[in-house]
C-alpha cells in the first residue's frame, strides 16, 4: 500500500472511530510507529487530522475530551518529572490552589508529610488524596461536579474563588501555545480556572509537552498570564525559548 492510500484509510478510521492511535495503526498496516507519525504529521498539516498524544483525532474535534482513567495514564512518567519539579515552587507554609487535572494530582500525591500549607481545591480527587495529609489545611470548592474530570464548576465554584488571594495556583490545561493561550474542552470547566488564576498572585502551568500547540474549544487565558510553565523535555528548546521570550518561564524536567 503506497503512504496516500494509507493515509486515505487512517484518515476514515478516524472519522468513523473518532480517533486513531499510533500502535494500533502500525499493528494493522504492518508498518513502523515512525512510519505512522509521519503519516499523521502530513494529515495534520493537511488540516484532516489533528494530532494528540499517541494518536490522532478528526479534525474540528475541539470539544474531545478523555476521561479521567484515559488521562491518568497518558504521559505517566512526563506527568511524575513535572510533579516533581513544582514541589521546589510551594509557598513556604503558604497558601496555595491545586486546579483540577492528572499532573496537579499527583502533585498532592507526592506532598511530603511535613509540608505544612493551605491547599484550595475544586477538585475531587485532590481533596481526597490531601484529607488525610497530617500538615494540610484543606478548602475543598463546592459546586455542580463534572463527571468526566470529577470537578466542581458553575455558580459556587466561582463565587468561592472570587472570595480568597492565594500566593500559587497550580495550574492544569488540555492544551497550551503562544498563539492559542490556554484552552480546555468544556466552557464552565474554563470558567473556574479562569477564576482560580484570578484568585493567585502566581501562576504556574503543569503541563506534559504533547499538550503544547493543541487547542481545544474553550479559552481560559493567554500563556502570558501563566509566570512558570513546568513542563518535560519533549518541548524542544527552541520552543521553550519562543515561550519566554513572552515573558513566562519555562522549566523541563
Not at 493515509?7 to 508498518?31: K, T, W
Not at 513556604?92 to 491547599?119: F, H, K, N, Y
Not at 492559542?180 to 503541563?207: C, H, N, S
Amino acid at each position: 500500500m503506497y503512504a496516500p492510500e494509507r493515509q486515505q484509510e487512517i484518515l476514515r478510521l478516524a472519522r468513523d472511530g473518532g480517533r486513531v492511535d499510533v500502535v494500533s495503526l502500525s499493528e494493522q498496516f504492518q508498518v513502523t510507529a515512525e512510519t505512522i507519525r509521519r503519516d499523521l504529521k502530513a494529515l495534520d498539516r493537511a488540516g484532516l487530522l489533528r494530532r494528540v498524544h499517541g494518536g490522532a483525532l478528526p479534525a474540528g474535534r475541539l470539544d474531545f475530551e478523555p476521561d479521567l482513567a484515559e488521562r491518568e495514564t497518558t504521559a505517566a512518567d512526563q506527568k511524575d518529572r513535572i510533579a516533581k519539579a513544582a514541589l521546589a515552587e510551594l509557598p513556604d507554609q503558604g497558601t496555595m490552589i491545586l486546579d483540577a487535572g492528572t499532573t496537579t494530582a499527583r502533585l498532592a500525591a507526592a506532598l511530603p508529610p511535613e509540608a505544612t500549607l493551605t491547599v484550595v481545591t475544586h477538585s475531587l480527587p485532590i481533596a481526597a488524596r490531601l484529607a488525610d495529609h497530617p500538615g494540610i489545611q484543606l478548602h475543598l470548592i463546592g459546586g455542580r461536579v463534572r463527571h468526566r474530570t470529577r470537578a466542581a464548576v458553575d455558580a459556587w465554584a466561582l463565587r468561592a474563588y472570587g472570595e480568597i488571594r492565594a500566593d500559587l495556583v497550580l495550574l492544569a490545561a488540555n492544551g497550551f501555545s503562544a498563539e492559542y493561550g490556554l484552552t480546555t474542552p468544556d466552557l464552565a470547566e474554563a470558567a473556574v480556572k479562569r477564576a482560580a488564576v484570578a484568585a493567585a498572585r502566581r501562576v504556574v502551568l503543569l503541563a506534559d509537552s504533547a499538550k503544547h500547540g493543541q487547542e481545544h474549544f474553550a479559552r481560559f487565558g493567554d500563556l502570558g498570564e501563566v509566570d512558570l510553565l513546568i513542563t518535560d523535555t519533549g518541548l524542544s528548546p527552541e520552543d521553550a525559548t519562543a515561550i519566554e521570550r513572552g515573558g513566562t518561564e519555562v522549566v523541563r524536567a
